[in-house]
């Protein structure tokens, strides 16, 4: 059976976190194939080196490479392997939160840094089957957040990325699915659920 990659993305404080656990949860009282859960960046070392890049003033094109580096670890270690095996793979955060996010940070030293970025990639990644875009206002999601602040955590920053992720979404609109975060996780959960079901024909 062939494995399945989904994706969930969204800015900080959307909800991700919370929603890939209840994903899974809900995903697995319906079929009985394997799930894997899993993030980037990775919990691995080279998530550790990109973990601490985010405490620390990093120049943008080498940030983009640390993360590219976490990228093909974990599609090595993790998706791969776990698609191979025919799993159901949900991942919090991935190729997309690089091409908002480093799209942003590259703005003004790269021109056009969304395309650049994907053809940075394009020969190594894995395209998800489907990606859940959490959406939210960077205003609310800034006060969701409760732990001390990386540099990415701000509203002005976040304003950046919510129309990065709007236009790669709208570039792609069969794979994406889009669902508004501003809502109580359960209702959040369900409504994810019911678009994927339909999707991928879990
Ligand atoms: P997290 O809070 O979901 O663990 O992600 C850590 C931060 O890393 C978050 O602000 C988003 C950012 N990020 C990127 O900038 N590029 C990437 O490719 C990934 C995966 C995350």
Do not use: C
Not at 28 to 39: A, D
Not at 108 to 121: F, G, T
Not at 148 to 158: A, C, G, M, T
């Amino acid at each position: 059976m062939k494995g399945i990659l989904i994706t969930v993305e969204g800015i900080d404080g959307s909800g991700k976190s919370s929603l890939v656990k209840k994903l899974g949860k809900r995903i697995n009282q319906e079929t009985s194939r394997q799930i894997v859960l899993t993030k980037e960046p990775t919990e691995s070392w080279l998530g550790d080196a990109v973990r601490e890049g985010l405490n620390r003033e990093v120049d943008p094109l080498s940030e983009a490479f640390l993360f590219t580096a976490d990228h093909i670890h974990h599609i090595r270690e993790t998706i791969q392997p776990a698609l191979n095996e025919g799993k159901i793979i949900i991942s919090d955060r991935y190729s997309d939160s690089f091409y908002a996010y480093q799209g942003t940070t590259l703005q003004n030293e790269i021109e056009k840094p969304v395309e650049y970025l994907k053809n940075l990639r394009k020969n190594f990644t894995i395209i998800p089957d489907a990606t859940i875009l959490l959406d939210i206002d960077p205003e609310t999601s800034v006060k969701r957040l409760k732990h001390e602040q990386i540099k990415f955590e701000n509203e002005e920053f976040l304003n950046k990325v919510t129309e990065k992720y709007n236009q790669i979404a709208e570039k792609e609109k069969n794979r994406f699915i889009r669902v508004n975060s501003d809502q109580e996780i359960d209702q959040i959960t369900e409504q994810t659920y019911n678009k994927i079901k339909n999707k991928l024909d879990l």
